[in-house]
């Protein structure tokens, strides 16, 4: 069964930079669509950005543009969300997923591995 086993969450000041991890284990797919997505309290979950690993290729929801980056390696099979100038409205338990198809459009039916999430907050 897959398993996704996220990282790296904390606690930051506006302004402030994390890096998540997401490590995939035994994907029976070489490439696949890997994401992330978060959810503020009260709110639904919310695509921020995916990959495929095949080639790299990259998606990003307009709110994080600029200030995300998404990454992969691999050889670990992790893929990684660098978030940089993070604001409170970042805040929330952001979530790794993988799906084979359906993934560059950030929407969370397509996506059907789910990871345990890891907090992020970001206070002002």
């Known amino acids: 069964q897959v398993q996704l086993v996220e990282s790296g969450g904390g606690s930051v000041q506006t302004g402030g930079s994390l890096r998540l991890s997401c490590v995939a284990s035994?994907?029976?797919?070489?490439?696949?669509?890997m994401g992330w997505f978060r959810q503020a309290p009260g709110k639904g979950r919310e695509g921020v950005t995916s990959?495929?690993?095949?080639?790299?290729?990259?998606y990003y929801a307009d709110s994080v543009k600029g200030r995300f980056t998404m990454s992969q390696d691999k050889a670990k099979n992790t893929v990684y969300l660098q978030m940089n100038s993070l604001r409170p409205e970042d805040t929330g338990m952001y979530y790794c997923?993988?799906?084979?198809?359906?993934?560059?459009?950030?929407?969370?039916?397509?996506?059907?591995?789910w990871g345990q999430g890891t907090q992020v907050t970001v206070s002002s």
């Open positions: 997923a993988a799906t084979l198809r359906g993934g560059n459009s950030l929407q969370e039916k397509y996506f059907d591995n």
């Open positions: 035994i994907y029976p797919a070489s490439s696949k669509w």
């Open positions: 990959i495929w690993t095949g080639s790299g290729g990259t």
